[in-house]
């Protein structure tokens, strides 16, 4: 497909839709149960989401009753998690909650 077509009119208009390539990666294997998970809670420090999480963690501890809740804030919602955060969250839980809470 092109990304350029001119019209019967003689406008031009652009497809803005473009190409998407991306790995395909395989997710994370899933535990059996949640019983007993370590869970991590990653705040991406927008205002509404520690509130929301707070409750989504405590709902899922009164449903599954994990080990451990480990509590993680983002320096800044508009930047990506650093790769020390990400492998100390991945070293310290089994499964991970995390939402936008705008």
């Known amino acids: 497909m092109s990304s350029q077509q001119t ?9 803005p839709r473009g190409a998407v390539t991306a790995a395909q990666i395989r997710l994370a294997p899933r535990p059996e149960t949640l019983r007993g998970v370590r869970l991590g809670v ?8 520690s ?3 707070r409750h989504t ?8 009753e994990p080990a451990e809740v480990h509590r993680y804030v983002k320096d800044s919602f508009s930047r990506e998690a650093t790769d020390a955060l990400l492998d100390r969250i991945a070293a310290e839980n089994d499964v991970v909650v995390t939402a936008i809470g705008d």
């Open 51 to 53: 509130r929301l999480l």
């Open 7 to 15: 019209l019967p009119s003689g406008q031009i208009v652009f497809d």
């Open 42 to 49: 990653l705040d991406n420090s927008k205002w509404n989401a």
């Open 57 to 64: 963690a405590a709902a899922f501890a009164g449903a599954c």
